[in-house]
């Protein structure tokens, strides 16, 4: 099997974005667990939604943009 430069190029392509899309990934699950860890140690009347949270956002749009990056790009490629 032959490799040509452009397939080739598409292949460290995939890799690097499918590897930085694991990397936000974790990130987004492990700042999604953290903000619940810390939220869950308030009281009860203390706790918050979270929406109101800016810790689980940034979490959770790590985790997504990972899933966005990882399915459409790297796949793709």
Same mark, same amino acid.
């Given at each position: 099997? =032959?490799? =040509? *430069?452009?397939? /080739?190029?598409?292949?460290? @392509? *995939?890799?690097?974005?499918?590897? @930085?899309?694991?990397?936000? %990934?974790?990130?987004?699950? %492990?700042?999604? &667990?953290?903000?619940?860890?810390?939220?869950?140690?308030?009281?009860?009347?203390?706790?918050?939604?979270?929406? *109101?949270?800016?810790? /689980?956002?940034?979490?959770? #749009?790590? #985790?997504?943009?990972?899933?966005?990056? *990882?399915?459409? @790009?790297?796949?793709? &490629?």
């Amino acid at each position: 099997m =032959t490799v =040509t *430069g452009s397939s /080739w190029l598409d292949f460290v @392509i *995939g890799f690097v974005v499918s590897l @930085i899309a694991s990397v936000m %990934n974790a990130a987004g699950l %492990n700042l999604l &667990k953290l903000d619940h860890v810390r939220n869950s140690a308030r009281t009860q009347e203390r706790q918050r939604h979270e929406c *109101g949270r800016p810790l /689980w956002h940034v979490g959770l #749009y790590l #985790y997504v943009g990972s899933q966005l990056a *990882g399915s459409t @790009i790297a796949l793709s &490629k």
